[in-house]
């Protein structure tokens, strides 16, 4: 192009001005350059190859920190130009290995150095096993002497003791527990790990102070305060009463059915009888008055059974035992407390709480997962306890979300719901208060009805809407409440004429609900209608309990005050029990029928929980449809009839 061929004259005259000899030899030689020149045009090079450089190090802008100086804004704007170059590698650790592939070019080689090292070494080996030789040598034995001294014997003791084999199993147990304790460290927090004392150590203790000889009354003391004898106690104990008590067990679980005479057979299926199985009682309970009882809901043969007077001139210190099918002779467990035993609930959530409520008006829950008759919680009068007795405790399940509360019933006229997340907190659903029990009358104007407390007696929470309760009154008169509100009723229900000892929803039929009371009478409610259903009537006595059968719909159990135990079925008939048993002298108190087993038991007030086997009663399981349908006939049926 012209532009290359002006630069390559530029550089030819350049050249040529530099320094080239323009002289040339005569003839046929080639031009040469001097070595003068040579040079110069080299030093030319490096001066134009370095200002090449500098120009392209100006047109690059240097970045540089400065510390003191903040940065400009329009050396912020600039673009900086950044060239990044490979380094030289540095090894700052190379340990060469010690193995090589198969694939590697130098295998032949290694592996011929590897066999010259081999072979030497074996050299090495023949040639010192070449120099080994067995030689053998006779050596001299030192001569012995028997040297004899005369000494007093050492006294000696013969001692014998007896050993048994649960002495001998107790002492290997001992010794693996000091092994395991003597490997093991302490534990995190650092506390001081304690060895347990066994019955072996304390008599081995006894016998060091004793010079060796034992005392049997100290060893009898030491044996009786050993928990492993005591579990050991207990078990025999259940052991022999499970041989005694082995075929009302089996009938209790309905593996054995009852044996009924052909006179006392059943007619047309419609009598039933109750056959006493044994009875819970023991010197503890023995004159006691039986005033509540619960069953747990985890363990259906755990029976919580209170003591406590209803006499104020009779009262005393209250006792809470618990009866288990395992040993009908003595109970499980003791809890003492100051004042008579009024109430009690198992929750159902918490299947190891038990709220009692005593006749002082204090509510108290315990842990029956401790044997100390210590209440976890209870209430004070800082903290708002009843003034009067409290007649009726109540688990209610707040939803899943929320822990269980406490509702208690006392005659000082407040329902009280207990919160236990700090301790025992109250707050009143309500404070109970008179209604008049007689009709309006045409000319109310000189009448006044004074409003002033009403006493609870009982209380029940709806099955299906724990919202909804109701409360028996010492009036005789039953309201229907929600816990929204704590200044009025939902309905009352007017009709019995005395206290009112129990009311209970019906566990199938959630309109419906069964009260007894002083006036003699048993009265079936729908919770639509302020009068009555059904009202029913077995002996000229109170009735101090109703309950439910968990089976069938139409059957109930009531206690009167004149010595009756009652089973009714309102599909047979609603005049006469289809069951009557009398009890007398004794007057019982409270009945439950058992969750697991066609039982009822009832508490009298000498302290005797009779355990009874139902039989000839309707056992049926029914859908919860049938036994909805089945109630209402059996009203329908009365209906009819009247």
């Known amino acids: ?6 630069s390559s004259s530029n550089m030819m005259d350049s050249q040529s001005s530099a320094g080239f000899k323009s002289g040339w030899s005569s003839g046929t030689e080639t031009p040469q350059k001097d070595d003068s020149d040579m040079s110069d045009r080299d030093e030319e090079e490096e001066e134009e190859r370095r200002k090449k450089e500098e120009e392209k190090k100006k047109k690059m802008v240097a970045v540089t920190l400065v510390q003191d100086e903040p940065p400009k804004p329009a050396d912020i704007k600039k673009e900086v130009q950044v060239i990044l170059s490979e380094t030289s590698t540095r090894f700052f650790l190379d340990i060469p290995s010690t193995c090589a592939a198969d694939d590697d070019p130098d295998v032949e080689r290694i592996k011929a150095a590897n066999k010259v090292y081999t072979d030497a070494v074996e050299l090495r080996i023949k040639e010192g096993a070449d120099k080994l030789a067995d030689r053998n040598i006779q050596t001299l034995n030192s001569a012995n002497k028997n040297k004899e001294a005369q000494a007093t014997p050492a006294p000696s003791h013969d001692i014998g003791v007896d050993v048994t084999n649960y002495e001998i199993h107790d002492a290997i147990l001992a010794l693996r527990e000091g092994e395991d304790a003597a490997g093991g460290a302490d534990d995190i927090l650092g506390a001081n790990t304690k060895k347990k004392t066994t019955t072996t150590d304390q008599l081995n203790d006894m016998a060091q102070l004793s010079g060796g000889r034992l005392d049997a009354a100290k060893v009898g003391e030491a044996t009786l305060v050993s928990a492993k004898f005591r579990h050991a106690l207990k078990s025999m104990e259940r052991i022999v009463v499970q041989n005694i008590y082995h075929e009302q067990q089996m009938m209790y679980r309905n593996m054995v059915g009852v044996q009924v005479p052909a006179e006392q057979s059943l007619v047309n299926g419609q009598r039933g009888r109750m056959d006493v199985l044994w009875t819970y009682e023991c010197d503890l309970s023995r004159g006691r008055n039986v005033s509540c009882m619960a069953w747990n809901n985890l363990n259906p043969d755990l029976l919580a059974v209170g003591y406590g007077e209803f006499d104020f001139s009779k009262q005393g210190d209250g006792l809470v035992l618990f009866w288990s099918l395992k040993n009908p002779e ?26 009692v409520g005593l006749y002082d008006g204090t509510v108290a829950v315990y842990d029956v997962r401790k044997e100390e008759d210590k209440p976890v919680l209870e209430s004070s009068y800082n903290g708002g306890k009843h003034s009067d007795s409290v007649w009726e405790v109540r688990w209610v399940d707040k939803g899943a979300e929320r822990a269980e509360a406490l509702v208690s019933v006392s005659s000082d006229g407040r329902v009280t719901q207990w919160s236990m997340s700090k301790g025992l907190e109250c707050t009143d659903l309500i404070k109970l208060k008179r209604v008049s029990t007689h009709k309006k009358a045409v000319n109310t104007k ?3 009805f004074i409003s002033r407390m009403a006493s609870g007696m009982c209380a029940d929470f709806n099955p299906k809407d724990a919202s909804i309760y109701l409360c028996g009154t010492e009036e005789g008169s039953i309201h229907r409440c929600s816990v929204s509100y704590n200044e009025q009723y939902l309905d009352s229900y007017l009709g019995h004429s005395g206290p009112v000892y129990k009311v209970v929803w019906s566990p199938f039929q959630p309109t419906s609900f069964l009260s007894c009371s002083a006036d003699w009478s048993i009265r079936l409610w729908w919770q639509e209608s302020e009068t009555a259903a059904l009202t029913m009537q077995s002996s000229a006595d109170y009735v101090s309990d109703i309950q439910w059968s968990p089976n069938v719909s139409t059957i109930f159990a009531s206690v009167t005050g004149d010595g009756h135990v009652c089973i009714w079925d309102m599909s047979i008939s609603t005049l006469d029990p289809i069951v009557n048993e009398k009890i007398l002298p004794r007057k019982p108190t409270c009945i439950r029928f058992s969750p697991n087993s066609d039982v009822v038991v009832a508490g009298d007030d000498s302290g005797r929980v009779t355990v009874y086997r139902v039989s000839g009663i309707d056992n049926t399981k029914y859908t919860h449809e049938e036994q909805v349908a089945r109630l209402d006939r059996a009203l329908a049926a009365k209906d009819a009839d009247a």
Request: glycine share 0%.
């Open 330 to 355: 003595y109970p499980e467990r003791v809890y003492r407390t100051e004042c008579s035993v009024t109430s009690l609930a198992f929750a159902q959530k918490s299947y190891n709480l038990l709220a």
């Open 1 to 6: 192009s012209p532009q290359s061929r002006e």
């Open 446 to 448: 000189n009448e006044a």
